[in-house]
């Protein structure tokens, strides 16, 4: 079956079987292979992508049901200032260890910020809760979005003020 | 003393340097996994690799009558009968009285669990592959599986390997003179402890990619694995290529924990077909194939018995671990490992002089055990410390002050246990009295007479203490009976022309930050920026030979190889620096990637240059070109011991049986840290995968031996609301017997916190009557031992 979308800003067409997921599409043919693969039934979270701008689990996504949608994985934010915020605070925080789960935890939290701005500890683990890390032990990763939120936060009530 | 006589080179590092040995080092290898970059097994791309589904066996035990293929499917389904010679897996221990079996890369005759592989079958994609595996049909005629330990300790059950019972090994360590501590003794203290069955879960699957490389005339062999060079060698013998034509290397691996720090079965399988044909074959692990046929962890039950004085010191220990090791001995480790650690080990940091210890390894039809993240050591810290604090209750004495009274003095280090392990140096009580300073003992009981019995919720306060052998050496792996000697490791660290240092070691980095810290010991003895320095690793083809990431070795035993290796070649940095200075080489130090001597200096750069591309420059008779190769063997056969004691405060709800982290502490100590920002991630990492099997991970079989949590909705991980951040004291008491006075410390996290978070929850719900003496303790344990206890107070 034809499917036609964008894929990191690109325009793809491809012949796919109904079956086929996602994150198998991309992660195959288009060598998008940020796209982690922990579980394949939903529950780990590692083969995060954004779909029309919203966070979803590739594996479980038919690539069939993609038409006419926007597609980003990691390898699609670069030039992003938050991601790259985002990565500069994971590596000061040591927020990854082996890095299996780490694509995936940075487009959740790239997500959480973009839509929550700032949250309360727990409010940012339960935000991060659809995401399983093995090797951390998550107080890296808590540490380094809650750093990234502070800034980002601040960056906007400054971009606020200026423009006032 | 198994010391051998030289003293330790490397001394303890006291003021650390920027990039040096105790500095907080940003890791190297972040960036590439930041970027999405990482190469794992599944993300390898070879033109023309056909992919895997394994066929596996559905049934727990049975014989094979007949496999039937489908036509058509010919070069495209393999058997046993189709790798060609090849030999079964049969891993041993030398030690007497130890029973082998066989266990074929391929099932043919008989299945002895649930998901062990059957048939190989081969797709354009994995989904095709599994299609074809869905077509063949496998006649099987079942026989009655064994599955509990009770069913496997039975002589009446069928045996698995033609063995006269199911009992695999017994070992029986201990010493000193039980009968008289209990005599001795004015209490006596007696539990039966178990610890569930878990999977070990590495994010990233295991994973295996081979070809027959014809120019090269090599196999080589992707996996994702810890140890590539012994995988090599056992790989070499099994199916008959040499070493020398076979090349194993490990990709960026997503995790470990132990699970791919063995041999698999899907290795020689997949080696010895690659060989036969013309293009690449891979097999990427998926998580239900993890979670029932990767090889599994735990499943233990454990009496033990103390003898104590009225003050709770310990005069004597008895135990039994049982240990169900599943269907057969995994390379290199043999069933047993488990049993035998947990028995050899029992006596944990306290100074008990009398143990008579039973170690028993029965087989049964369930998936294999292998090594998780404390091999053996969270289910004996478990018990021994759950039964420490019903000594402590008998004695009328808080638990944290029994415990410090028991532990090894530091004037009694080097201390040789009652097991024959060398303690080496550490102020033990230490740890216990940071912790219980850390999480505020008055405090919390404060807490609990103001709270507990007020509403659903009682908070509870748990401690626990434990020694972690480390890096242990070649005495240990001998007196194990291990058929191959881990007791040494090799790195080779080299200048390259423009200045560079590129060093290469045969462990493998699967987020530990190796390639941080091996280039920090580098920065150490030759002066260059660690974030300059290229670590290569996991390649049989790339450095010397060694032995792997596994038993928290690496730093200790990688790193006193990079240690050893630098020193040397800064020794001849020196020597040339010192020609180009026109000075004496004792006058040169190495600092910012130049020699320096008073106010003269030269960049490396230039001593680089003159090594490899200006012989003419070299003072007299010093050969060209820098690099050196060395390894590293620790003085003490049986390792460096961390230690560590943890303290957790818990809420559990009595309404719905959860339980809540409320605080967790570590007072921990692995001798000369070489990152602390490093090691304390390894602590919280540790701790988290604790918490999972206290409360959450189990492996639950039903009566026919089928596996029943085969997805993460079934098989509960800890997430990031389920853990807390952990308040880390760490104590620095170098080793005398490693380089720098490193110990290891990778595991130190996961042994300790299923004692402390069980000896927690019992402390919160003593009033209600409740002991809970078996992990996990899930909300439906907890709600079953509080309906128990008040059915028992009713009557
Ligand atoms: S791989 Fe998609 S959620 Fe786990
Ligand atoms: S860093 Fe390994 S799974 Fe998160």
Not at chain 1, 78 to 94: I, K, Q, S, T, V
Not at chain 2, 355 to 382: D, E, I, M
Not at chain 2, 637 to 655: L, N, P
Request: hydrophobic residues 40%; glycine residues 10%.
């Amino acid at each position: 079956m034809k499917v036609s979308f964008t894929l990191n800003g690109e325009a793809i067409t491809a012949d796919v079987e109904p079956r086929t997921s996602l994150a198998d599409l991309v992660r195959g043919e288009h060598r998008c292979t940020s796209v982690h693969l922990g579980c394949e039934h939903g529950v780990c979270g590692a083969c995060t992508v954004l779909i029309d701008g919203k966070i979803a689990r590739s594996c479980i996504t038919l690539a069939v049901a993609l038409d006419g949608t926007a597609v980003t994985t990691l390898e699609g934010f670069e030039g992003d200032a938050l991601m790259d915020r985002l990565r500069e605070a994971f590596r000061a925080h040591h927020g990854l260890q082996c890095g299996y789960c780490t694509p995936g935890m940075l487009i959740t939290a790239h997500d959480l910020i973009r839509r929550k701005g700032a949250l309360s500890e727990a409010a940012l683990r339960q935000g991060l809760a659809g995401n399983i890390c093995r090797c951390t032990g998550y107080a890296g990763i808590v540490a380094a979005v809650a750093a990234a939120m502070d800034e980002h936060g601040d960056t906007a009530r400054a971009a606020a003020i200026a423009a006032e | 003393m198994s010391l051998t006589s030289a003293p330790p080179a490397l001394a303890a590092v006291t003021a650390p340097r920027p990039g040096c040995i105790g500095d907080r080092v940003l890791r190297n290898e972040d960036g590439r996994f930041l970027a999405g970059h990482g190469e794992y097994l599944a993300d390898l791309d070879v033109p023309g690799t056909r992919e895997i589904a394994f066929l596996r066996s559905p049934v727990a035990h049975a014989r094979i009558r007949a496999i039937a293929i489908p036509e058509g499917a010919e070069g495209r389904v393999f058997l046993l009968k189709d790798l060609g010679d090849i030999h079964p897996v049969r891993a041993v221990l030398t030690s007497p009285g130890f029973r082998g079996s066989d266990y074929p890369a391929l099932a043919a005759d008989t299945v002895r669990f649930v998901g062990e592989p059957i048939a190989i079958c081969l797709g354009a994609t994995r989904a095709e592959a599994e299609d074809l595996a869905q077509e063949i049909v496998v006649d099987f005629d079942e026989l009655p599986p064994v599955v509990e330990i009770e069913q496997a300790l039975d002589p009446a059950s069928p045996s698995l390997h033609g063995w006269p019972d199911n009992i695999c090994f017994v070992s029986t360590p201990g010493g000193g003179d039980l009968d008289a501590a209990a005599k001795a003794a004015a209490v006596t203290v007696s539990r039966e402890f178990r610890m569930a069955r878990q999977c070990v879960v590495s994010l990233e699957g295991r994973g295996v990619m081979a070809w027959w490389d014809r120019r090269l005339q090599e196999l080589v062999v992707y996996s994702s694995t810890q140890q590539p060079h012994v995988i090599r060698t056992v790989l070499a013998k099994l199916i008959g290529v040499p070493e020398h034509q076979l090349r194993v290397v490990a990709p960026d691996v997503g995790g470990g924990f132990g699970v791919k720090n063995n041999l698999q079965q899907e290795e020689v399988a997949i080696a010895a077909l690659a060989r036969r044909l013309k293009f690449p074959i891979r097999w990427t692990e998926d998580r239900r194939e993890h979670l029932i046929a990767s090889p599994q962890a735990r499943e233990h039950r454990v009496r033990l018995t103390a003898h104590a004085d009225a003050q709770g010191r310990i005069l004597g220990l008895e135990a039994e671990a049982v240990v169900n090791a599943g269907a057969y001995s995994i390379w290199p480790w043999s069933a047993a490992m488990e049993a035998n650690m947990v028995a050899g080990i029992l006596t944990g940091p306290y100074a008990i002089e009398a143990y008579r210890g039973r170690g028993v390894t029965v087989v049964s039809n369930k998936a294999p055990l292998g090594p998780y993240r404390g091999v053996g050591r969270p289910s004996a810290c478990f018990t021994l410390e759950r039964l420490v604090d019903e000594i402590a209750r008998a004695v009328g004495r808080e638990p944290h002050a029994v415990r410090i009274d028991n532990m090894v003095r530091p004037e009694q280090m080097p201390y040789r246990t009652v097991t024959g392990k060398l303690f080496d140096s550490g102020d033990y009580a230490e740890s216990v009295r940071q912790a219980a300073a850390m999480i505020d003992v008055p405090a919390v009981r404060a807490r609990q007479t103001r709270e507990n019995g007020k509403g659903p919720r009682f908070i509870g306060l748990g401690f626990a203490s434990y020694t972690e052998q480390t890096a242990h050496g070649t005495d240990e792996w001998i007196a194990r009976g291990l058929t191959e000697v881990f007791g040494y490791e090799t790195a080779t660290v080299r200048f390259t022309p423009d200045g560079k240092l590129i060093i290469e070691a045969a462990i493998q980095n699967h987020g530990q930050g190796l390639e941080t810290t091996l280039a920090q010991v580098a920065a150490e003895e030759l002066g260059v920026d660690p974030a300059d320095v290229v670590v290569r690793h996991g390649d049989t083809a790339v450095s010397p030979y060694g032995m792997g990431t596994f038993a928290s070795r690496s730093m200790v035993m990688a790193g006193g190889a990079v240690g050893r290796a630098s020193r040397q070649l800064a020794e001849k940095v020196k020597r040339i620096a010192a020609h180009l200075l026109q000075v004496k080489p004792d006058e040169v130090t190495l600092a910012g990637n130049c020699a320096v001597a008073g106010a003269r200096s030269v960049p490396l750069k230039s001593v680089t240059d003159a090594a490899f591309l200006h012989p003419e420059n070299l003072p007299a008779g010093e050969e060209p070109c820098l690099d050196e190769t060395t390894t590293f063997q620790p003085l003490s056969g049986t390792g460096a011991f961390a230690y560590a004691t943890h303290a957790v405060v818990v809420a559990v709800d009595t309404g719905t049986g959860l339980v809540e982290i409320l605080e967790y502490a570590v007072a921990h100590d692995c001798g000369t840290m070489v990152n602390p920002m490093i090691v304390e991630g390894q602590v919280q990492g540790g701790v988290a995968q604790g918490i999972g099997n206290a409360l959450l991970e189990e492996s639950p079989y039903d009566s026919g031996g089928q596996p029943l949590a085969s997805t993460f909705a079934d098989y509960l991980v800890p997430g990031a609301p389920e853990v807390p951040t952990v308040r880390i004291a760490h104590l620095e008491t170098p080793s005398p017997f490693t380089a720098y006075g490193i110990k290891g410390m990778g595991e130190g996290g996961a042994i300790a916190a299923p004692a402390a978070i069980l000896n927690a929850v019992n402390d919160a719900l003593r009033p209600l009557g409740v002991e809970l003496n078996e992990t996990p303790i899930t909300p439906k344990r907890i709600l079953t031992a509080l309906h128990d206890a008040r059915t028992e107070r009713a009557r």
